[in-house]
């Protein structure tokens, strides 16, 4: 068996969650190869409401293992709230995660270095979800980190102490105000006794050389399905740098994020929103300021599942889905929220830019908005409510268009239409 991945092909929050969890009963194993808990990711079903940061969305199934592999970053304190809030639902996640023993580690003051960093780049700041994701991988990258299998060290607090020290000089450097500045509700000293508290606990999750056991399953026939966090547009290398996260988001972050090589690759899932959506800052060519962009938001409930932001919605934008296509080798697509554009009579789409007075399909290098006009194709709005359909045969003719349309452009089948946040309300093809 080869591993199957599960992507976004936008700016995150594409509805990854959702469809991993659709899809677990088909995989032994789900596993998150990168990212930490900036993602955001939400299940709904029987009425329930789940929102997950660094447990993969496989958790539900009994019959699945969830691994965090290496490549992940995690902060104990966020994870135990999460894990607290599963066992509420009887949801023994013990039972069924392990974590890779090199997977490093956010400790409190990468929260308080975000901050400085974030503070210090003013009106040019990220927008970051403030989690500590930079200042983890920088360390990461910078041979200072520190490592789930490094806990149990003798010497993990004295390095631990260490590593403060070090963050405190930066921050202390840039003049920045960690007394005020509260780490999810709570001042540092408090922040760090409970983050301390978290470590503990997160001792009991099963350790394992998540290379060693990923490869060993994939040579004993376990299907094993990779979930990715954020979006391909948001991707250190490829996205609008500098306003991306700090990890590779695309498929290729999957073999260094888990330790298996190229040619154990299987399908990949591309996911998008019928639409655009981004949180946080940085270029959005086809971001609707207006009315209609306000709809969106209303529509789709366009806040951040991380930290309640409002989303910057606007409309699908077809270069950009080319370029996240190209960078990810998709094999099939799954066209999220299309019951979000039901209130539109007409709906646009960007199929092309202006740049240097021609048309081009590709992205730029230069691509703020002083560069670039998105060329938009206007499409009939099937203006009715979908998401008490049960099958696509049943779907309005604009729908199969929009869907046909996009299709045609980018040339990879859409396999899955989702027409609302509910496990149930998923459209095979
Ligand atoms: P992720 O980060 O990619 O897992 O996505 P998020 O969970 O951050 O954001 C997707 C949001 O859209 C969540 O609130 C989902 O419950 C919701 N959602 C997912 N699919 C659909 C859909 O087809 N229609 C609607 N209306 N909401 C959806
Ligand atoms: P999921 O997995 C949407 C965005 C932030 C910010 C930039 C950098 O739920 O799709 P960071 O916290 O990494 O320093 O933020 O990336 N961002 C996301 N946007 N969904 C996410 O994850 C995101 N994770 C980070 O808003 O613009
Ligand atoms: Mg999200």
């Not at 930066?170 to 409970?194: S, V």
Request: hydrophobic share 35%; aromatic share 10%; glycine share 8%.
């Amino acid at each position: 068996m080869k591993v199957d991945v599960l992507l976004g092909l936008q700016w995150g929050d594409e509805g990854k969650g959702k469809i991993v969890d659709v899809l677990t009963p088909e995989y032994d194993i789900v596993a998150r190869f990168q990212g930490g808990p900036n993602a955001g990711h939400t299940i709904e079903f029987d009425g329930k409401k789940f929102i997950l940061h660094t447990i993969p969305s496989g958790i539900f199934n009994k019959n699945t293992l969830n691994i965090i592999g290496n490549g992940v970053i995690v902060d104990p304190y966020i994870l135990i709230k999460e894990i607290e809030n599963l066992k509420d639902s009887n949801i023994d996640v013990f039972a069924n995660l392990l974590i890779s023993k090199k997977t490093h580690l956010i400790v409190p003051t990468h929260r308080l270095l975000d901050a400085t960093y974030e503070t210090a780049k003013g009106e040019s700041k990220i927008g970051s979800t403030l989690k500590g994701i930079g200042p983890a991988y920088t360390d990461k990258i910078s041979r200072n980190g520190l490592r789930v299998g490094d806990i149990k060290n003798i010497n993990f607090f004295d390095n631990l102490k260490n590593l403060k020290k070090k963050h405190f000089r930066i921050i202390n450097l840039h003049e920045f105000n960690h007394k005020d500045y509260l780490i999810d509700g709570l001042p540092y000293e408090e922040y760090e006794e409970k983050w301390l508290q978290a470590l503990e606990t997160i001792k009991q999750i099963e350790q394992i050389d998540s290379e060693y056991f990923i490869n060993q399953s994939i040579q004993s026939g376990k299907s094993i399905l990779a979930e990715g966090a954020q979006g391909t547009l948001l991707d250190i290398d490829f996205g609008s740098y500098p306003f991306v996260t700090s990890s590779n988001t695309i498929t290729a972050g999957v073999c260094s994020g888990l330790g298996i090589a190229p040619n154990k690759i299987g399908k990949v899932f591309g996911i998008f929103k019928a639409y655009c959506t981004r949180v946080g800052s940085g270029p959005f060519p086809t971001e609707l300021k207006d009315n209609y962009g306000e709809i969106l938001r209303i529509s789709g409930n366009e806040f951040g599942s991380t930290t309640g932001r409002p989303r910057r919605c606007g409309w699908l934008n077809i270069p950009a889905l080319k370029y996240s296509i190209m960078l990810n080798g998709i094999d099939r697509m799954m066209m999220m929220k299309a019951d979000v554009l039901s209130p539109f009579d007409e709906i646009k789409i960007c199929t092309k830019y202006n740049y240097k007075n021609r048309e081009i399909d590709y992205i730029p290098y230069e691509n703020s908005p002083d560069d670039i006009t998105p060329v938009y194709t206007s499409l009939e709005g099937w203006n009715t409510e979908i998401d008490k359909l049960t099958s696509i045969s049943e779907a309005p003719p604009e729908l199969i268009d929009y869907i046909k349309f996009i299709e045609k452009q980018v040339d990879i089948p859409i396999k899955i239409v989702s027409v609302g946040p509910d496990r149930k309300q998923t459209l095979m093809r």
